[in-house]
């Protein structure tokens, strides 16, 4: 895990690269160490209807959940939640110069007795990962 969701209003549609978005939190969670390539999830969801502010039109918000399995550390997701909305907002930077702009993340972690989960990912990566690997 972990699983990141960007919600982010309609009225980014025509200039926000979400590909380049998604790829750069991909590449954030692996790089903190933290996270296991086969429980990583990027997903985005855009905002038909909201309210921002004071309604102006211009206003616009990109908000990403890190939801995380339970048991690490405080200062463990501290630190890769820190590390991901610093990837978050530096490449939101050109859109939060040009227009009205609401930059949020937030982690959640999930339940240990609540959290159902059957992943073979891991076991395919691997495998993957070893077919690429010249002897």
Known sequence: MPHLIIEYSANLEETLDLDGLMDALHAAALETGVFPIGGLRVRAHRAERYR????????????????????????????????????????????????????????????????????????HVEQRRAERTPS
């Open 52 to 123: 921002i502010a004071d309604c102006d039109p211009a206003n616009a918000f990109v908000h990403v959940t890190a939801l995380v399995g339970h048991g690490r550390p405080l200062e463990v997701r501290k630190q890769a939640g820190e590390r991901l909305f610093a990837t978050l907002t530096e490449y939101l930077e050109p859109l939060f110069a040009a227009r009205p702009l609401a930059i949020s993340f937030n982690i959640q972690e999930f339940d240990p007795e609540l959290n159902f989960k059957k992943n073979n990912l891991h076991r």
